[in-house]
């Protein structure tokens, strides 16, 4: 299935020439469809890094926020909302996935703030990545891929999207 980019078409998997193009390194592991943290329970992830989940959120303003986290914790709103100055926050819909990411459900990744043109999508990273190898999908919920957190800042920045970091479990 083709992605819009600027009204270009790219194919999933043309992230890793993205990647390749900006001396981005990565090990990458193929596996079932992963579309929420249930669904990964019985794969085996053998790729060195922190397991992350990603939450794609908004406010009542429409404010919204890529937020990033260790897989395993649970996430606090209230913290979220606090650090990038946000009201009360929910979990934004299927539409506006593909309306600012063009992702759908499952498949969501910091990779894909490439289609976030408009730079309206603030960015907050697990304060616990800083230094480490993630563990991330490739704009696909059908593979992973393990990147250095300086490397995802970097493919971030490349996408002129500023980032932050914080704890907020």
């Known amino acids: 299935m083709g992605i819009r980019f600027s009204n270009i078409s790219m194919e999933a998997d043309d992230i890793f020439k993205v990647l390749s193009d900006l001396n981005i390194s990565y090990e990458k592991q193929e596996h079932k469809a992963i579309f929420c943290e249930k669904d990964g329970l019985d794969v085996v992830i053998t790729l060195s890094g922190i397991g992350v989940k990603n939450l794609f959120l908004k406010d009542k303003d429409n404010n ?96 002129n999207h500023s980032w932050m970091t914080g704890v907020f479990y």
């Open 64 to 159: 919204y926020a890529l937020v990033s986290m260790y897989k395993h914790q649970k996430a606090d709103l209230k913290k979220i909302a606090g650090i990038l100055g946000f009201g009360r926050l929910s979990f934004c819909s299927p539409d506006e996935l593909n309306t600012f990411l063009n992702i759908t459900p499952g498949s969501v990744t910091p990779l894909c703030l490439m289609f976030d043109t408009e730079k309206k999508v603030k960015v907050l990273f697990d304060k616990a990545f800083e230094g480490q190898n993630v563990v991330i999908h490739p704009l696909r919920n059908t593979a992973s891929i393990s990147i250095s957190f300086y490397d995802l800042t970097r493919f971030v920045e490349h996408f």
